[in-house]
């Protein structure tokens, strides 16, 4: 792989990201690359560096390292985590549940007529499923109360597709899948976002070494051109990361000579 082709089809992807909203699918992502014949390791380094850039990939899930990483919902729950479970008990103990029946009355009442009261009415009744489901995704990084935040979330946006859930499936259990889906996805952003910043940190401590090798070469201060040229990275790249490590006096400087 030609290192410099590369690093400019990078820089023009995210380009592209920007034009689109910083938006990209992971077809578009893999089809900018498609001549370069990439593995799925430099894929991932791919994906993580756009997430870096706050760009979002619709369709990636980060690859699973390993034997696939199981729950580990028998953990005790954290100090802060018992406080918000208490408090929020305390407050589901209030509500008055529905028999099923009447729940899936409210569902075509949405479904009919996206009454906004039946909405109000179910996300209240469906507030326990959504706790009792953020338990079987506890251990996984996010807290408790992360996870039922992202759930509810999930539970309104799904009251607004209800409607269009495949033919046959049950209102209830459609509700559910999409409570759960939105705190994978929310699980997956937090390892992607990690993800990310290691490969930030790898790439600012070769960023370092590199400035450092070429002062020693040249016996004086570097400007970012020379930089970029001897790291053959687009000159905007280098900014950037200069930036992120906090270089801006090095810019400031460069600048004034």
Known sequence: MNREEFQQKLTELGKLAGENGNRLTVDQVRNFFISMELSEEQYELIFAYLASRQVVVEGYMPAQKG??????????????EKSFLKSYQAELERLELL????LLKLCSQIEETGDGFAKAKLTEQLLPEVLRLAHDFRGRELLLGDLVQEGNIGLMLALETL????????PLEYLRQEICQTMAQALEADRAEKEAGSLIAERLNHLR????????ELERKVSVEELALYMD???????DLLKLAGETSYEETEKET
């Open 99 to 102: 028999e099923e029946a009447e």
């Open 67 to 80: 034997k696939e990483e199981k729950p580990k919902t028998d953990l005790p729950l954290s100090g802060e």
């Open 233 to 239: 990275m687009p000159v905007e790249e280098v900014e």
């Open 209 to 216: 070494d590199e400035i450092k090798k070429l002062t020693d």
């Open 163 to 170: 409607g269009m859930r495949e033919p046959g499936s049950s």
